[in-house]
């Protein structure tokens, strides 16, 4: 079946370090991929998604590119603010209703 | 904006009630989801509905129920409450076709049953 594979946190930055965070996927056929942030105390936003191969979503500083040949969609942002400290998530979207969701990778960004 | 509203961001509740989680969303969404979060397992789906009086099990359903009498409305309903259901509790939407179409979720509501 599908499923979604991030790296474990706490990932832990100083302002303006540069992040990634991993994110690896099994699916049959060609699911849509996409990035959710959790800031604390609140839902999931939508951070950015790609549909195809080779496409890039970004938002926000933060950009992913969806490589079929590693199924992969590592997020990532050159520069981190104390602000984007939260929980990431990274899910695919295949044929049906369902997301399938990694676990989360918080981020917690020091001043 | 999709807005996705749940009733109660916070909801202390005894065991064996019988609890109600209300989710109304604005977009005439046809999809609606009700997922548990719980630290270490991510999201679990619980049941989603892909129309008025149509509902599927998610992964995670026993002891849970649910309602959508009208397309904005989904309901979660816990029959007896028991402790190894405090959790925190998000309703999401989404349209019905379309692999490339996102969730939206609400803000949560973290339930603890004493």
């Known amino acids: 079946g599908n499923s979604v594979t991030q790296m474990e946190g706490p990932v832990t930055l100083s302002e303006e370090a540069f992040l990634t965070i991993n994110c690896t996927y099994t699916a049959t056929g060609y699911p849509s991929l996409f990035w959710y942030v959790q800031y604390p105390g609140e839902g999931l936003q939508l951070l950015l998604k790609a549909t195809k191969a080779d496409d890039k979503g970004s938002n926000k500083g933060f950009e992913a590119t969806y490589r079929k040949e590693t199924t992969s969609f590592h997020l990532e942002k050159g520069s981190v603010q104390v602000s984007d400290s939260a929980v990431y998530f990274c899910?695919?979207?295949?044929?049906?209703?369902?997301?399938?969701f990694g676990s989360g990778t918080r981020l917690l960004v020091r001043p | 904006d999709v807005k996705v509203t749940q009733s109660s961001r916070y909801l202390v509740k005894r065991t064996g009630e019988k609890v109600f989680l209300e989710c109304v969303q604005d977009?005439?969404?046809?999809?609606m989801f009700w997922y548990r979060q719980d630290p270490g397992l991510g999201l679990r789906l619980i049941y989603f509905s892909y129309d008025v009086k149509m509902k599927e099990k998610g992964d995670i359903p026993e002891g849970y129920s649910v309602s959508r009498e009208k397309k904005e409305r989904f309901s979660l309903i816990l029959e007896s409450a028991s402790t190894n259901q405090t959790s925190m509790y998000l309703c999401?939407?989404?349209?019905?076709?379309?692999?490339?179409?996102?969730?939206?979720f609400g803000d949560g509501t973290r339930l603890s049953i004493l």
């Open positions: 977009m005439d969404h046809e999809n």
């Open positions: 899910a695919l979207r295949g044929g049906g209703y369902k997301l399938i």
């Open positions: 999401a939407s989404s349209l019905l076709e379309g692999r490339n179409q996102p969730q939206h």
